[in-house]
């Protein structure tokens, strides 16, 4: 009998420090694939468990074996600081082509032998083997081999990494998550067994336990760095790192089952351990991950000169700009509430911040939090909503900011966290678009397109925003050199006016203007070039005749000339029941376009809208500078109202109704609701701060009280994209143009009267 207990003893026991060996060996070659020195391991790890194999069947003692697991109890604590050191001192060595290596930089090696004077085995000292690089230099003494991994720098210069060296640095960012990685191993396999034995803790054998613990934690090591947990891929607590943590538990899971199943068996470690401690595991792994990313936050909170503020829109963007601006130590803004109109995300919290309630409670909510800033978190928001949340803001005491809009942070030309004070531009030109980006590539990609008036305000910037059409040439005409230069600069990145996408060129010169359509052979037109100032036209209406009127026929003929498929000519909203010099030029523009799509049977359409916010000679600058001068403030008539859109906003529309237009139509974009030109007077006096006075002058000849968008009888359709409307002209052949007829219709009719009234 008690041979048959030794037998078992001398079996189990054999079975434990086999099982221990070989998962040692498998974490070293697993270690090794990174180096690239598998063959040479697989050989040394192949001696080393034959040699341990040997030694174990000469043993002739129990005591013996007691005594060699007592020492793989040791080895395998030993083990796990070489894996370390061999990990992440030879992590990242690769080899230029040809070059070979024989083994880790840092492998420690199981010695074993069998004594002269007895059979039993003994553990002998490690060696530390020195890594044989083809690009290392090695160091030898006495009794030591020290080796230096040589990382080449741009230079060609060699930096010096030690294995301490990399381990300490691994302790430092890594060391707290893998502490936590590791217990929460510990703590799942030991909540298994509770739970399998139904809480017996006498059937728990706390040695094998123990053993499966710890192979578990080298397992949870390597699988670490495999799925770069450790390894600087993931923001610690992020969704991505989730997905790498449940490959990453079910990797040691598997793995962990098989050296169980062997050596539990017969152990007190039943084989659903590591299937009942996996869930336990990753929920504990989460929620140590989620505590770290707390923390770490936390750390980066907003100071105390941080302004208490309010978010309007608890969405996407609301939720981003909350998260941004709670991590930033330098962030001028600490959110401490959000506004939300939909009642469904009453009480939601994110990051802490509640939605206290809707836009109508927010002077209540502010005096509640004492906030004193208002941040609009809506993509869409429009010019409309820009002056609600302005107005009440005012009343609530606070300072009303606002976001980039949603194409620009999309474009990432701006990002989130670009907050800024709302300017006039939001208050009375901020219309978001949505391009369809298909239909404009359709017709701009691998084309050759030509805008004349390149060195404008509406003109420049179309070239910019169609250069991200990649065109296959862009070709910018204007008779201004120095807007071309302007124009050049702020695409090409520079201004030597020497390359043939810059044209210098008169629209009124007909024939040197068709020569460079049929040498040029441009795909696309975009026709900007024009005169627009509506009272200095009234007093030259004659050259308003040259350029609106015969240079637009000019271009029209030249583009027929040359093939041009799709033309797009630039009007205003002047041209909607004309009543002005300026109105009935681009009228008569119009059209002559919708004339020659029918002789040509292409794309020849117009596109029609009003102010553009911040070009040159506009309302805006004008009134800008008056403040600075200390005013006054010059109005036509207190109850004047005009349409208004950024530059970039109409571009993007022009360029979108190119996409979608039909041959000879009018297409008129959506400039939102008219604004009176005395409210934005009055806001930009209330935003400079001073004391400005505002005059009347009295509405000049030709000028509306409003203005209108879509002429009568011209339609309003909008069939294919929501702040597009088409509209339908009358055609005019260039042989009926009278110029004298056109100069003497000018005089104002009684109906255009009351217009202007």
């Not at 401690?277 to 991950?289: C, H, K």
Request: glycine share 8%; proline share 3%.
């Amino acid at each position: 009998m008690r041979g048959k207990a030794t037998r078992t003893a001398w079996h189990n026991l054999l079975v434990a420090d086999l099982a221990v060996d070989v998962g040692a060996n498998v974490l070293n070659l697993i270690g090794e694939l990174s180096t690239g020195h598998l063959v040479g391991e697989v050989c040394c790890a192949a001696e080393e468990l034959v040699a341990d194999a040997l030694c174990f069947f000469a043993a002739e003692s129990i005591l013996n074996l007691v005594g060699v697991l007592l020492g793989e109890f040791a080895r395998l604590s030993c083990e796990v600081g070489g894996l370390l050191a061999q990990i992440f001192d030879c992590h990242g060595g690769t080899f230029p082509f040809g070059m070979r290596g024989t083994c880790p930089s840092h492998h420690y090696s199981v010695r074993v032998a069998r004594s002269e004077e007895a059979t039993s085995c003994r553990v002998w000292r490690r060696t530390l083997e020195p890594c044989r690089w083809g690009s290392a230099s090695t160091v030898s003494s006495n009794s030591t081999t020290q080796q230096r991994h040589c990382k080449p720098r741009g230079n060609g210069e060699c930096v010096s990494n030690t294995a301490s060296q990399r381990t300490a640095h691994f302790a430092r960012q890594y060391g707290l998550l893998f502490s936590l990685d590791a217990i929460a191993w510990a703590i799942g396999i030991l909540a298994a067994l509770v739970l399998r034995f139904e809480f017996n803790l006498t059937r728990i054998h706390w040695g094998w336990t123990a053993v499966i613990i710890g192979v578990t934690i080298l397992l949870q090591l390597l699988s670490g760095w495999v799925f770069w947990l450790y390894r600087n891929r993931y923001e610690v607590g992020s969704f991505d790192e989730v997905r790498a943590l449940v490959l990453n538990v079910t990797a040691v899971m598997v793995v962990a089952w098989i050296i169980a199943s062997v050596v539990g068996y017969g152990n007190g470690i039943p084989r659903s351990t590591l299937i009942i401690a996996a869930p336990i595991t990753f929920s504990l792994m989460g929620v140590a991950r989620y505590l770290y990313r707390l923390y770490g936050e936390r750390q980066l909170k907003p100071g105390v000169e941080a302004e208490r503020t309010l978010l309007y829109g608890a969405g996407y963007l609301g939720v981003q700009t909350a998260k941004r601006l709670l991590t930033d130590v330098k962030s001028f803004a600490l959110p401490v509430g959000f506004l939300d109109d939909d009642s469904n995300k009453r009480n939601q919290e994110v990051r802490g911040v509640r939605v206290l309630g809707g836009f109508e409670d927010l002077v209540r909510v502010a005096r509640e939090t004492r906030a004193t800033r208002l941040i609009v978190c809506i993509g869409d928001a429009d010019s409309v909503m820009m002056r609600r949340v302005d107005d009440a803001a005012d009343r609530a005491g606070m300072t009303a900011m606002v976001l980039p809009p949603l194409e620009q942070i999309l474009q990432n030309s701006s990002a989130i966290s670009d907050v800024r004070e709302l300017s006039i531009e939001d208050l009375i030109g901020r219309h978001p678009v949505r391009l369809e980006t298909e239909s404009i590539a359709e017709y701009l990609q691998d084309k050759r397109v030509l805008v004349t008036g390149a060195g404008g305000s509406i003109g420049s910037e179309l070239c910019r925003q169609l250069a991200r059409f990649a065109p296959k040439e862009l070709i910018m005409l204007d008779r201004d050199e120095t807007a071309l230069q302007e124009s050049q600069l702020s695409i090409s990145g520079h201004g030597l006016l020497d390359t043939n996408d810059v044209v210098l060129a008169d629209i009124r010169d007909h024939e040197n203007l068709t020569r460079i359509f049929t040498e040029r052979r441009p795909d696309v037109v975009f026709h900007a070039a024009a005169l627009k100032h509506l009272p200095m036209l009234e007093q030259y209406p004659d050259e308003a005749w040259k350029t609106n009127v015969m240079g637009t026929l000019g271009v029209l003929r030249a583009a027929q000339a040359a093939g041009v498929g799709t033309f797009v000519n630039i009007s205003t909203d002047k041209a909607a029941n004309p009543t002005s010099v300026l109105g009935h030029s681009k009228r008569v523009a119009e059209k002559l376009t919708a004339w020659m799509a029918e002789q040509t049977g292409q794309r020849y359409l117009s596109v029609r809208f009003g102010n553009v916010i911040g070009s040159r000679g506009s309302m805006l600058p004008t009134f800008r500078k008056l403040i600075e001068a200390g005013g006054p403030l010059t109005v036509t008539h207190p109850e004047v109202t005009r349409f208004f859109m950024t530059i970039p906003e109409a571009c993007q529309l022009v360029i979108q109704a190119g996409g979608i237009g039909r041959p000879g139509e009018v297409l008129i974009l959506d400039m939102g609701e008219p604004v009176p030109i005395l409210d934005v007077a009055r806001r930009m006096i209330a935003q400079s701060g001073k004391d400005i006075e505002i005059l009347f002058t009295g509405l000049r000849h030709g000028e509306k009280l409003h203005e209108e968008l879509v002429g009568e009888g011209e339609g309003n359709e909008r069939p294919f994209h929501p702040k597009i409307s088409h509209a339908h002209v009358d055609m005019i052949s260039p042989s009926v143009l009278d110029h004298q007829g056109w100069i003497e219709r000018l005089d104002l009719t009684e109906e255009a009267e009351e217009r202007i009234q």
